[in-house]
């Protein structure tokens, strides 16, 4: 046997050979919605007096009926990112129209999407990243949405509203996020 | 670098141990793979909260949730494929050429170090001049033959955002020369190329790549970039002799991108390259030469050297205005240079280009895309030998064009209408019209059936209306290519039209006309969320395909010489068709594993009804042998545990028969390895199967064996 049939019959075997194995689960939405919600942190900058001080924890609420199960509050857990910490909650919207009630992320779950003008309104002005899971979202004034594509979840970003928030967007953001205006 | 005798041996046993380490080391770690339990997999939860935006985004989901919302489907009416910067990256190319490898249905064949063919849907060749080539909207396809100097298309390879290509006639937005497709080259937007990047490798035939990039913003809307590269190619070797093939290629480019955006829909972009290099053809045939015995002073300029220098540049500017949600205004500027000092001529020549396009939607579903522009090519060159010549040396041409294309979604969702036409005013043949009309049919998210007709043009060349060239044969009682016999020593010009006129030499026949396709296209793809598929098909009729003919009633003998001269004409003398199909299966098995195969076909029945096909160098062919008939690719890329990354490439091309290629396997594989975030190592190796093959041949000289090549490579951001 020569050496190129050889390395033919090597490559039919690595190509063909590892293909009955390959039925692993993908990871599910949820899982992946969390992660960017997690990567969101690092990729925003809050103006400093969105935090009362230097090591405040960073908030990170979930409004509705989420499907994390608990995915991200174990994803969170013991994690800090720029020398603070990050905690889950679930406030009720009631709460967050309330002054001092801090939330720096607010992730609307697709429960509440027959109230996504009431809840934009409520944070409106105040510096949080709003995040939707609902056609439409970023373009009603959320900053960013998840939508589905082709069986990957990708982001929606609407700037001004970014802005409006007093948010810093990082360019790396930007550059997979598919930019959306309010109409 | 080189390779010489004992040397090649060793260099064998080199190779034989890394592929078989390497080999080893695949699967060892495929099988490894295979028997870790999941968790060992990186299949937990956390994994996924490592993993970087990019990474996030590409990311395949199992679906659960009822927020799917209508997936946008493709459903253009063509026969269109994407490459992206990241499939490049992993595919291991070291440059443009090489990379369109990847394309279903596009042929690209290498002929040396720095030279390449590409093509689609036939008409093979170094010259191939059917193809209409962009980078970020500036036409590089040059003006002298239509075709595309491919050594000089350059940049850094991982700027490249994507790579468009349009099987099949674009004309009729894209305009004349799109007759068998589009190639459109887009840089990523300032915005995404932040930061330091820079990449070194190295190997046994490219001696040294070397680029950089830095980019940063200023406020809030103004990016930019700027980048350099190097490169440096060892000599190829010639097939059958093993000698030196001579062609040893250098090259700089260096360049930068700014992109501001001021709000309210505006945007603008301001780019430019600079390039500079040599490369060498020691394999200029000789035989074109003539003996000053024979012919007298006039035709001696000899040729010591192959070695030709290369330099180039081009400033784009671009500005692009939102009107309201669903128009858009762009208007466009370039200024491209291209300097070319080879052993035969020097060529300089200078494009001004200005483009306006706008799209608007009208009532009832219609949408409305519509521009025009005006190019000018001034081309002046300078003959170093009588071989070759352009007479006269320089030439001023003008392109005026316009188009409009319409949109009209017939059925919402389902069935959309596209009719356009482009029209061009152009310094050779005047007016041309380019139709087309195009369905799409989308039964669902992700099946699209699509149908096309169109007609297309090419039309003619510098070279075609001004180029003389000698064919020589220096021996009386030499065969011509008509059958005859050369009643004594004899030199043959070919003479395009304007040339033959200035020379005095009486031609006969029509006046140049372009070239006409008619085609008629149609495909199917779907698209679900594993596996995509994409199968396109196609018949070309082809009318007045160039050509030419010696005209030996015209031949005659210049006072106080020893040699004839002949007019050769060129004609519009070919037609026939061309018809076959490009079938693409893309399978992501699992979030690691993308494979992707395509087969194409095509069939070229092509009848030359006036005149002869003589290639530049004399010999008559069969321009329906200038490509292979089938072409076979499989792909896998592999992500592996530990960072660990494996892509191989496997293909077959059919024989060539004009150029007396063999038919041919190649594979190519890429282990990629990235220790520490934003370094990144790789190792490529190109054509493991064989110490080297013949690809292609030019036109004019035999094309070198396209070596057993492979290199290291590091890349840093920071």
Same mark, same amino acid.
């Given at each position: 046997?020569?050496?190129?049939?050889?390395?033919?019959?090597?490559?039919?075997?690595?190509?063909?050979?590892?293909?009955?194995?390959?039925?692993?689960?993908?990871?599910?939405?949820?899982?992946?919605?969390?992660?960017?919600?997690?990567?969101?942190?690092?990729?925003?900058?809050w103006p400093?007096w969105a935090?009362?001080?230097?090591?405040?924890?960073?908030?990170?609420c979930?409004?509705?009926?989420?499907?994390? =199960?608990?995915?991200?509050?174990?994803?969170?857990?013991?994690?800090?990112?720029?020398?603070?910490?990050?905690?889950?909650?679930?406030?009720?919207?009631?709460?967050l129209k309330l002054a001092g009630t801090t939330c720096h992320i607010l992730?609307?779950?697709?429960?509440?999407?027959?109230?996504?003008?009431?809840?934009l309104a409520a944070v409106e002005g105040s510096p949080v990243l709003t995040?939707?899971?609902?056609?439409?979202?970023?373009?009603?004034?959320?900053v960013?949405?998840?939508?589905?594509?082709?069986?990957?979840?990708?982001?929606?970003?609407?700037?001004?509203?970014? =802005?409006r928030a007093r948010l810093?967007?990082?360019?790396?953001?930007?550059?997979?996020?598919?930019?959306?205006?309010?109409? | 670098?080189?390779?010489?005798?004992?040397?090649?041996?060793?260099?064998?046993?080199?190779?034989?141990?890394?592929?078989?380490?390497?080999?080893?080391?695949?699967?060892?770690?495929?099988?490894?793979?295979?028997?870790?339990?999941?968790?060992?997999?990186?299949?937990?939860?956390?994994?996924? @909260?490592?993993?970087?935006?990019?990474?996030?985004?590409?990311?395949?989901?199992?679906?659960?949730?009822?927020?799917?919302?209508?997936?946008?489907?493709?459903?253009?009416?063509?026969?269109?494929?994407?490459?992206?910067?990241?499939?490049?990256?992993?595919?291991?190319?070291?440059? +443009?050429?090489?990379?369109?490898?990847?394309?279903?249905?596009?042929?690209?064949?290498? %002929?040396?170090?720095?030279?390449?063919?590409?093509?689609?849907?036939?008409?093979?060749?170094? @010259?191939?001049?059917?193809?209409?080539?962009?980078?970020?909207?500036?036409?590089?396809?040059?003006?002298?033959?239509?075709?595309?100097?491919?050594?000089?298309?350059?940049?850094?390879?991982?700027?490249?955002? *994507?790579?468009?290509?349009?099987?099949?006639?674009?004309?009729?937005?894209?305009?004349?020369?799109?007759?068998?497709?589009?190639?459109?080259?887009?840089?990523?937007?300032?915005?995404?190329?932040?930061?330091?990047?820079?990449?070194?490798?190295?190997?046994?035939?490219?001696? $040294?790549?070397?680029?950089? &990039?830095?980019?940063?913003?200023?406020?809030?809307?103004?990016?930019?970039?700027?980048?350099?590269?190097?490169?440096?190619?060892?000599?190829?070797?010639?097939?059958?002799?093993?000698?030196?093939?001579?062609?040893?290629?250098?090259?700089?480019?260096?360049?930068? &991108?700014?992109?501001?955006?001021?709000?309210?829909? *505006?945007?603008?972009?301001?780019?430019?390259?600079?390039?500079?290099?040599?490369?060498?053809?020691?394999?200029?045939?000789?035989?074109? %030469?003539?003996?000053?015995?024979?012919?007298?002073?006039?035709?001696?300029?000899?040729?010591?050297?192959?070695?030709?220098?290369?330099?180039?540049?081009?400033?784009?500017? *671009?500005?692009?205005?939102?009107?309201?949600?669903?128009?858009?205004?762009?208007?466009?500027?370039?200024?491209?240079?291209?300097?070319? &000092?080879?052993?035969?001529?020097?060529?300089?020549?200078?494009?001004?280009?200005?483009?306006?396009?706008?799209?608007?939607?009208?009532?009832?579903?219609?949408?409305?895309?519509?521009?025009?522009?005006?190019?000018?090519?001034?081309?002046?060159?300078?003959?170093?030998?009588?071989? %070759?010549?352009? +007479?006269?040396?320089?030439?001023?041409?003008?392109?005026?064009?316009?188009?409009?294309?319409?949109?009209?979604?017939?059925?919402?969702?389902?069935?959309?209408?596209?009719?356009?036409?482009? $029209?061009?005013?152009?310094?050779?043949?005047?007016?041309?019209?380019?139709?087309?009309?195009?369905?799409?049919?989308?039964?669902?998210?992700?099946?699209?059936?699509?149908?096309?007709?169109?007609?297309?043009?090419?039309?003619?060349?510098?070279?075609?209306?001004?180029?003389?060239?000698?064919?020589?044969?220096?021996?009386?009682?030499?065969?011509?290519?008509?059958?005859?016999?050369?009643?004594?020593?004899?030199?043959?010009?070919?003479?395009?039209?304007?040339?033959?006129?200035?020379?005095?030499?009486?031609?006969?026949? !029509?006046?140049?006309?372009?070239?006409?396709? /008619?085609?008629?296209?149609?495909?199917?793809? @779907?698209?679900?969320?594993?596996?995509?598929?994409?199968?396109?098909?196609?018949?070309?009729?082809?009318?007045?395909?160039?050509?030419?003919? %010696?005209? @030996?009633?015209?031949?005659?003998?210049?006072?106080?010489?020893?040699?004839?001269?002949?007019? +050769?004409?060129?004609?519009?003398?070919?037609?026939?068709?061309?018809?076959?199909?490009?079938?693409?299966?893309?399978? &992501?098995?699992?979030?690691?594993?993308?494979?992707?195969?395509?087969?194409?076909?095509?069939?070229?029945?092509?009848?030359? /009804?006036?005149?002869?096909?003589?290639?530049?160098?004399?010999?008559?062919?069969?321009?329906?042998?200038?490509?292979?008939?089938?072409?076979?690719?499989?792909?896998?890329?592999?992500?592996?545990?530990?960072?660990?990354?494996?892509?191989?490439?496997?293909?077959?091309?059919?024989?060539?028969?004009?150029?007396?290629?063999?038919?041919?396997?190649?594979?190519?594989?890429?282990?990629?390895?990235?220790?520490?975030?934003?370094?990144?190592?790789?190792?490529?190796?190109?054509?493991?199967?064989?110490?080297?093959?013949?690809?292609?041949?030019? !036109?004019?000289?035999?094309?070198?064996?396209?070596?057993?090549?492979?290199?290291?490579?590091?890349?840093?951001?920071?």
């Amino acid at each position: 046997m020569s050496l190129g049939s050889m390395l033919r019959v090597a490559t039919v075997v690595t190509l063909i050979g590892v293909l009955p194995h390959l039925s692993w689960a993908a990871p599910k939405e949820h899982e992946v919605k969390a992660a960017y919600l997690y990567n969101f942190v690092k990729f925003i900058d809050w103006p400093d007096w969105a935090f009362p001080d230097a090591t405040a924890p960073l908030s990170i609420c979930v409004l509705g009926e989420d499907r994390f =199960e608990g995915v991200l509050e174990r994803a969170v857990a013991g994690k800090s990112v720029k020398g603070r910490g990050i905690l889950v909650r679930k406030p009720a919207l009631e709460r967050l129209k309330l002054a001092g009630t801090t939330c720096h992320i607010l992730f609307v779950c697709l429960s509440e999407k027959e109230r996504t003008a009431e809840i934009l309104a409520a944070v409106e002005g105040s510096p949080v990243l709003t995040v939707g899971e609902v056609e439409g979202f970023a373009e009603s004034g959320g900053v960013v949405n998840f939508v589905i594509e082709r069986g990957k979840v990708r982001l929606e970003l609407n700037i001004q509203a970014a =802005e409006r928030a007093r948010l810093k967007v990082s360019g790396k953001l930007r550059q997979v996020a598919r930019e959306v205006a309010s109409p | 670098m080189t390779i010489h005798g004992d040397c090649i041996e060793s260099r064998h046993r080199d190779i034989r141990r890394i592929s078989r380490v390497l080999l080893a080391s695949v699967l060892t770690l495929l099988v490894g793979y295979q028997l870790a339990p999941p968790a060992a997999r990186g299949e937990t939860e956390g994994d996924i @909260f490592e993993m970087s935006l990019d990474e996030l985004g590409r990311l395949d989901i199992e679906v659960t949730s009822v927020s799917k919302k209508a997936q946008e489907m493709s459903s253009a009416a063509a026969a269109i494929a994407v490459i992206t910067g990241e499939e490049i990256r992993r595919s291991g190319a070291t440059s +443009i050429p090489e990379a369109l490898r990847l394309v279903p249905g596009v042929q690209v064949s290498r %002929m040396d170090a720095s030279r390449w063919a590409v093509t689609a849907r036939g008409f093979d060749g170094e @010259f191939a001049d059917k193809l209409l080539v962009l980078i970020d909207g500036r036409s590089v396809y040059s003006p002298l033959f239509g075709g595309v100097y491919w050594d000089v298309q350059d940049t850094l390879l991982e700027d490249i955002d *994507r790579i468009e290509v349009i099987r099949g006639p674009g004309a009729t937005v894209w305009g004349a020369n799109a007759v068998n497709g589009v190639i459109n080259i887009i840089t990523k937007h300032a915005d995404q190329t932040h930061g330091r990047y820079v990449t070194v490798s190295g190997g046994n035939e490219m001696e $040294f790549t070397g680029g950089f &990039r830095w980019g940063d913003q200023v406020g809030e809307n103004f990016h930019y970039r700027a980048y350099g590269k190097y490169k440096q190619w060892d000599e190829f070797t010639m097939p059958l002799t093993g000698a030196d093939a001579g062609d040893e290629w250098r090259q700089g480019h260096g360049g930068f &991108r700014m992109d501001w955006a001021p709000g309210e829909g *505006r945007s603008f972009t301001f780019q430019g390259d600079y390039y500079n290099g040599s490369t060498s053809r020691s394999s200029i045939r000789t035989d074109i %030469m003539l003996d000053d015995s024979v012919v007298g002073t006039d035709f001696v300029k000899t040729v010591t050297s192959g070695k030709s220098d290369q330099a180039g540049g081009n400033l784009l500017g *671009r500005y692009s205005h939102d009107i309201g949600e669903a128009s858009n205004a762009t208007i466009q500027t370039y200024w491209d240079r291209t300097i070319r &000092r080879g052993p035969m001529n020097d060529e300089v020549r200078d494009t001004l280009d200005l483009e306006f396009q706008n799209n608007f939607p009208l009532p009832g579903d219609v949408e409305v895309i519509w521009g025009f522009g005006y190019r000018v090519l001034w081309g002046e060159t300078e003959n170093n030998t009588f071989n %070759m010549s352009l +007479i006269p040396p320089s030439r001023t041409d003008h392109l005026a064009t316009g188009f409009i294309q319409a949109d009209w979604l017939l059925i919402p969702d389902r069935v959309v209408l596209t009719a356009g036409s482009k $029209f061009e005013y152009n310094s050779y043949t005047g007016f041309e019209w380019q139709p087309s009309v195009r369905a799409a049919y989308t039964p669902g998210e992700t099946h699209t059936f699509w149908a096309a007709g169109s007609r297309a043009v090419h039309t003619p060349t510098w070279i075609d209306e001004d180029l003389a060239f000698l064919i020589s044969s220096t021996a009386a009682g030499d065969p011509l290519p008509n059958g005859a016999t050369l009643p004594s020593p004899l030199a043959v010009r070919l003479f395009g039209r304007d040339a033959a006129r200035l020379a005095g030499v009486t031609v006969g026949g !029509e006046d140049r006309k372009s070239e006409v396709l /008619y085609a008629v296209e149609g495909g199917y793809r @779907f698209k679900g969320e594993e596996l995509a598929l994409d199968v396109a098909g196609y018949w070309n009729r082809y009318n007045r395909v160039r050509n030419a003919a %010696m005209d @030996f009633s015209a031949m005659s003998m210049p006072a106080g010489k020893s040699y004839f001269l002949v007019p +050769i004409l060129i004609l519009n003398g070919i037609q026939g068709w061309t018809a076959g199909f490009d079938a693409l299966v893309s399978w &992501r098995a699992h979030e690691r594993v993308h494979l992707s195969t395509y087969y194409s076909f095509i069939h070229t029945d092509l009848e030359v /009804y006036a005149g002869n096909v003589i290639e530049l160098s004399g010999r008559v062919v069969d321009p329906g042998d200038a490509g292979p008939k089938h072409q076979w690719h499989v792909r896998a890329a592999l992500d592996l545990p530990a960072n660990v990354e494996y892509d191989t490439l496997v293909w077959y091309i059919d024989e060539v028969a004009n150029s007396a290629a063999d038919a041919f396997w190649r594979w190519d594989m890429r282990l990629g390895y990235s220790p520490v975030d934003r370094l990144q190592l790789d190792f490529v190796v190109q054509n493991l199967l064989e110490k080297g093959h013949k690809e292609l041949s030019s !036109e004019v000289e035999s094309g070198a064996d396209i070596p057993r090549t492979y290199f290291f490579r590091a890349t840093i951001e920071f």
